[in-house]
């Protein structure tokens, strides 16, 4: 399988949401979802959407992925990079993060039976994921010291 993309090689642009709520003991959390080909834990993302704000795209791959609605950023938290493995070849794509404050988490949603999701503290959740980047991301945000006034503070309006 070779590295290379359908448009001449060129990096892809995706979207992806950073679920975090606070937990019960008041610290902050990040929802993990398998991924549906290697299994492996990622967060919800996908292409970008035409006539959508790419912040209302990653909220609606959280609520398709993770079952998950809530407030989204405007402001992306990061990115990270990795290759996206397609029928016969690989992609390499630029992912950009944004943080969504999760209000609730439905019982049912579009992928419930296709991938895992599981709440995680945020340093567990950097040790899971394989992109480097991404867990750097997620190690950002333990660094920032998110409690509730810092996700408000970071947080636009309800998708």
């Not at 390499?92 to 991938?115: F, G, H, I, M, N």
Request: aromatic share 6%; glycine share 6%; net charge positive.
């Amino acid at each position: 399988m070779k590295k290379a993309g359908k448009k001449g090689g060129r990096t892809r642009a995706q979207i992806a949401a950073m679920p975090v709520r606070l937990g019960v003991d008041g610290s902050p959390e990040i929802l993990l979802v398998t991924s549906r080909t290697t299994r492996r834990w990622i967060v919800p993302k996908g292409w970008r959407m035409k006539d959508r704000k790419d912040a209302e795209a990653a909220a609606i791959e959280a609520f398709e992925e993770a079952g998950v609605v809530g407030r989204v950023s405007d402001t992306p938290a990061g990115s990270y990079s990795y290759w996206k493995r397609m029928a016969d070849h690989f992609v390499l794509c630029e992912v950009t993060l944004y943080l969504l404050e999760v209000e609730r988490q439905l019982d049912s949603w579009a992928e419930k039976d296709e991938r895992r999701s599981q709440w995680f503290k945020l340093a567990d959740a950097a040790d899971l994921v394989d992109e480097p980047e991404l867990r750097s991301a997620i190690r950002n945000l333990s660094a920032e010291g998110l409690d509730r006034a810092a996700l408000s503070a970071r947080i636009a309006a309800p998708v």
